[in-house]
């Protein structure tokens, strides 16, 4: 199963990751296998980065239902929300 992240493929980082294991220059292995080498030297040394987009939730899914069921509620009974 080929994952994406950004132009690569795991398989290039996988692959690029043993070439160095197995002597290769950081440099030529980064033009060999196309991977960024930012991303190969954070994986060699250890560095994990997670992609997030956009804002962290302030609320969890479970709050996030309940809030929305209660401005629906409010605004069944005639409260409806109101924008300043």
Same mark, same amino acid.
């Given at each position: ?20 294991? &197995?002597?290769?220059? #950081? ?6 296998? &196309? ?10 040394? &250890? ?17 996030? #239902? ?14 409806? #929300?109101?924008?300043?």
């Amino acid at each position: 199963m080929l994952k994406k992240n950004g132009n690569r493929s795991n398989v290039d980082l996988q692959n690029a990751m043993l070439a160095i294991k &197995g002597g290769s220059k #950081i440099v030529f292995t980064t033009q060999l296998w &196309g991977v960024p080498i930012t991303s190969l030297r954070n994986h060699l040394y &250890g560095v994990t980065l997670t992609k997030h987009k956009g804002k962290p939730k302030v609320l969890n899914n479970v709050k996030e #239902i309940a809030l929305v069921d209660y401005i629906k509620q409010m605004q069944r009974i005639g409260h409806p #929300i109101t924008l300043m």
